[in-house]
């Protein structure tokens, strides 16, 4: 599909105080985007926001709250007029056996990747289909296979890989596109914070190449540029992982027997893998909630 000029789009970026988000609307703005930042930190939003080439808001949010998006979707229609493009990048993680792992940051990766995917599309939609515009739902290399250590991560990201072609269906007689993003370990604070932990940093440099590289932000910020102005339905931010869709079905059962091996070898060490959340952003977020329970 030929690319279409975000000249004078307004682009609404989910989780974007930093990393993915972060540069991701700075690359909007630059290519002449108007661009509603949305997230839990103000702050930082707004720096970010002041540093836009062009006009440009910022919203604080948890995307997990239905009125809070709805408001948001709102101001932003009333600030800029209308909304063309909504990128669902807002997410967190965290590590450690499932067995062992903390119930609630369990959860809130689900209720942020999955639910808060699915609240932010929910209150855009309307507006998408008067601008006859795009969703694009950042989803991760853990959508296509699975991996030891990384339960609720991997479960939110195929659930939205499942949900973003589900309403692709549903929408697009409408004029809406739904794309999907997929990403490999890139290097951003959530990542960093995975490498914390000496056990999660070794299990990762054990997969096999190219899945145990960290690859830079940039180029794989700026493929999701380009299908943003593609408006493609599946968005590689790392070439590579196009070819892992021929073979993701044999993945499991490969994962199923190498993992096993290698969670005998690291068992010894496994009560010592931090369970929260990981990363400056899942630390915010659980600030946030930390707050909101005061």
Known sequence: ????????????????????????????????????LVGLEADALKQVSEQLYGDSGHWYADVTDHEAMARVAREVKERFGKVDIVVANAGVANGGPFADSDPDAWRRVIEVNLIGSAVTARAFLPALAESRGYLLQIASLAAITPAPMMSAYCASKSGVEAYAHSLRAEVAHRGVRVGVGYLSWTDTDMVRGADRDDVMRELRQRLPWPSNKTYPLGPAVDRLVAGIERRSSHVYGQAWLRGMQAVRGYLPGIVATVGQREMRRFEPRLNGVRTGLVGAGGEADEQERRTLRN
């Open 1 to 36: 599909m030929s690319r279409v000029s975000l000249e004078g789009q307004v682009a609404v970026v989910t989780g974007a105080a930093r990393g993915v988000g972060e540069l991701l609307a700075r690359k909007l703005s630059a290519r002449g985007a108007k661009v509603a």
